[in-house]
């Protein structure tokens, strides 16, 4: 596997000159065949493939992955290029930045909130040709700074720029969300599917409380993005969508005065019963005790 842990080692692989130590767009074009081989960051990358040439994997899945789409990379993720070990002539652009480029700015405590850096299978943005010609603006303004005479206000640009390119990207994917709402909503379909069989089946019993990253896997979607497109489907974040059903079936099974608390708590895979009590307390304002009692 190869390990680009430098923004100089990326653009040498690729017979690109570095433009600067922590930020760098890189001609994809410029580089001579390369095997197709897995590889890791250490820093972000955000792609703009201009042509179909090859499947990009990451974990088990495959990228959504064709001419006109962006993909982004956060670090430390592995990624393959596949099929591994065929020589393919790279196209496209990747601005790429180190971590510390943005430590102790805005960006840098807030690029946790773009959730797309974690995004996998099936999720690489597809852009319009007006939302390209955005994208590559804001990337233009970035080139033009690092490629002139460094001063006091080039970092605060280079910065403002970023954060505006990942501030577009964020609104054309909410854009994406919305124009592919028929695929969104069968997903939905399928998570509501699989939630009901969690909650009605034996699992709860045997695997304990069901978590977003275990329906996220079972609909082959990274945890962000299965977080992102029920958030946009239903205003309510996958994690509170599942609590939802889990209050509700306990509120139900509550009113079965032949079983204590204790035991149905159990059944509804907590380990401790005061841990559903407490739950229970948070979501509904009373205990669970309380609650028969209403009865």
């Given at each position: 596997?190869?390990?680009?842990?430098?923004?100089?080692?990326?653009?040498?692989?690729?017979?690109?000159?570095?433009?600067?130590p922590?930020?760098?767009?890189?001609?994809l074009?410029?580089?001579?065949?390369l095997?197709?081989?897995?590889?890791?960051?250490?820093?972000?990358?955000?792609?703009?493939k201009?042509?179909?040439?090859?499947?990009?994997?990451?974990?088990?899945?495959?990228?959504?992955?064709?001419?006109?789409?962006?993909?982004?990379?956060?670090?430390?993720?592995?990624?393959?290029?596949?099929?591994?070990?065929?020589?393919?002539?790279?196209?496209?652009?990747a601005?790429?930045?180190?971590?510390?480029?943005?430590?102790?700015?805005?960006?840098g405590?807030?690029?946790?909130?773009?959730?797309?850096?974690?995004?996998?299978?099936?999720?690489?943005?597809?852009?319009?040709?007006?939302?390209?010609?955005?994208?590559?603006a804001?990337?233009?303004?970035?080139?033009?700074e690092?490629?002139?005479n460094?001063?006091?206000?080039?970092?605060?640009?280079?910065?403002?720029?970023?954060?505006?390119?990942?501030?577009?990207?964020?609104?054309?994917?909410?854009?994406?969300?919305?124009?592919?709402?028929?695929?969104?909503?069968g997903?939905?379909?399928?998570?509501?599917?699989?939630?009901?069989?969690?909650?009605?089946?034996?699992?709860?019993?045997t695997?304990?409380?069901?978590?977003?990253a275990?329906?996220?896997?079972?609909?082959?979607?990274?945890?962000?993005?299965?977080?992102?497109?029920?958030?946009?489907?239903?205003?309510?974040?996958a994690?509170?969508?599942?609590q939802?059903?889990?209050?509700?079936?306990?509120?139900?099974?509550?009113?079965?005065i032949?079983?204590s608390?204790?035991?149905?708590?159990?059944?509804?895979?907590?380990?401790?019963?005061?841990?559903?009590?407490?739950?229970?307390?948070?979501?509904?304002?009373?205990?669970p005790?309380e609650?028969?009692?209403?009865?």
């Amino acid at each position: 596997m190869i390990v680009y842990d430098t923004i100089k080692k990326y653009a040498d692989a690729f017979n690109n000159k570095t433009q600067h130590p922590l930020i760098s767009l890189v001609d994809l074009d410029q580089s001579k065949p390369l095997k197709r081989e897995k590889f890791t960051l250490s820093f972000y990358a955000v792609i703009l493939k201009e042509t179909l040439c090859g499947d990009i994997r990451y974990g088990n899945q495959y990228y959504d992955y064709a001419e006109g789409t962006l993909v982004f990379f956060g670090p430390g993720q592995i990624i393959s290029n596949e099929p591994e070990g065929e020589e393919h002539q790279p196209y496209g652009k990747a601005l790429i930045f180190h971590p510390d480029l943005i430590k102790g700015t805005s960006l840098g405590k807030q690029i946790h909130q773009y959730s797309f850096f974690s995004y996998q299978s099936h999720e690489a943005l597809h852009l319009s040709n007006k939302e390209r010609d955005v994208v590559m603006a804001c990337i233009g303004n970035i080139v033009t700074e690092i490629s002139q005479n460094i001063d006091r206000h080039s970092k605060e640009l280079i910065i403002a720029n970023l954060e505006l390119l990942l501030k577009y990207c964020s609104r054309f994917y909410d854009r994406q969300f919305i124009t592919r709402g028929h695929v969104n909503h069968g997903l939905l379909e399928q998570f509501e599917e699989k939630l009901t069989g969690y909650l009605l089946g034996d699992k709860l019993k045997t695997d304990g409380v069901p978590t977003v990253a275990y329906f996220a896997n079972e609909l082959h979607l990274s945890p962000n993005y299965f977080g992102d497109l029920i958030k946009k489907e239903t205003g309510k974040s996958a994690l509170e969508y599942i609590q939802l059903q889990l209050i509700d079936l306990a509120k139900e099974r509550i009113f079965d005065i032949s079983k204590s608390v204790s035991e149905i708590s159990y059944e509804l895979g907590f380990k401790y019963p005061q841990h559903f009590t407490r739950f229970f307390k948070q979501k509904v304002g009373i205990s669970p005790i309380e609650y028969r009692g209403l009865n």
